[in-house]
């Protein structure tokens, strides 16, 4: 699908309306054909569609839509048996559990997702990371380390599956994603070096062009964590340094998974050891008026799991 691999490039709004237009055609198709084969394409189309309105839902910090979506895109992949279109479903309804505060449920759920037939190593890849975030917010960092083993381990190489690998784009997850994921786990477990490191690998990978599929989806938020480990070494003119690009960011494109990660940074800001010094509540200001022109806090949606560490 097209709109998957313009995904990193096309204006969330923009995504919600042609992915919602995919999905309306899709299902008038289906009630206009008894095709049999026909009926798989469009179910697969639909399949698509709504996994991609549940994917820019969640951008857009829209819980409940993003588990709608989400759960249409699963059973519209069981109607046909397509395993790695319910995976990347069950994926994103992992990520809307720990969000809303439900990390053991999390976990279930890609434990569920890692079940299904025909999955690629990228499928799995993405299935691990998100599980190692849910330990993470568990505070299980055995566990959390397990699952970012499996991160390496199921590197693609090997496996390949259609969605994942050869329609890519937002369903895709590389090395840059990868690693900004697994930092994010880092942080999660209070392990700034660790944290450090991923980030700044993740944003080498997409400062030498080789990754290009979801820049600004990994690049903000990889930044964001990179300045988070740096704070939580005391390091503010780092930090503020690491943030310098994510203040460039046109609102339109300030979604959920950046906002969550700046709140989480301004709370490392309230450390009684940056208490009163004026580069840290010029940078605490900053992310407040960053996140305020947001269409995240503009509809209202709220972070609970940014607290969180």
């Known amino acids: 699908m097209a709109l998957s691999r313009a995904y990193a490039r096309t204006a969330p709004a923009d995504v919600f309306h042609e992915a919602r237009g995919l999905l309306q055609r899709a299902q008038v198709g289906l009630e206009r054909t008894r ?3 026909q009926h798989t394409r469009l179910y697969y189309a639909a399949a698509q569609a709504s996994a991609l309105l549940a994917a820019v839902s969640f951008d857009l ?35 809307a559990a720990f969000w809303s505060g439900r990390p053991a449920e999390a976990v279930r759920l ?4 890692q079940q299904m037939g025909g999955l690629g190593d990228t499928a799995r890849r993405r299935l691990y990371a998100i599980e190692a975030r849910a330990h993470g917010h568990l505070r299980a960092e055995e566990q959390a380390q397990r699952a970012i083993r499996g991160t390496d ?7 390949r599956d259609e969605l994942h690998d050869d329609i890519g784009g937002e ?12 930092a994010t786990t880092a942080l999660l477990l209070r392990d700034p070096a660790t944290a450090e490191a991923y980030a700044s690998y993740a944003l080498a990978l997409l400062a030498d062009g080789r990754e290009t599929d979801v820049p600004l989806a990994v690049s903000g938020p990889a930044a964001i964590d ?13 930090a503020e340094e690491a943030l310098a690009p994510v203040f460039r960011v046109a609102p339109m494109w300030r979604g959920s998974g950046m906002l969550e990660r700046l709140t989480a940074a301004r709370l490392e800001l309230t450390r009684p050891q940056f208490r009163g010094a004026p580069t840290a509540l010029a940078l605490a200001d900053r992310i407040e008026e960053f996140s305020a022109l947001s269409p995240v806090r503009r509809l209202g949606a709220q972070s609970p799991l940014a607290l969180d560490g």
């Not at 819980?63 to 279109?85: E, K, L």
């Not at 890609?110 to 997702?113: D, E, F, N, Q």
């Not at 369903?171 to 697994?182: E, H, L």
């Open 35 to 37: 095709s049999p084969e």
């Open 110 to 113: 890609t434990r569920t997702a």
């Open 171 to 182: 369903f895709a997850f590389d090395d840059a994603r990868t690693a900004m994921s697994n």
């Open 226 to 238: 990179l300045a988070r480990a740096r704070l939580m070494r005391g390091e503010v003119e780092g």
């Open 61 to 95: 910090g829209a819980m409940a839509p993003t588990v709608s979506f989400a759960r249409s895109a699963a059973q519209y992949g069981r109607t046909i048996d397509n395993g790695p279109v319910q995976a990347y479903a069950y994926g994103v309804l992992a990520f």
């Open 153 to 159: 381990e199921s590197a693609p190489g090997g496996l």
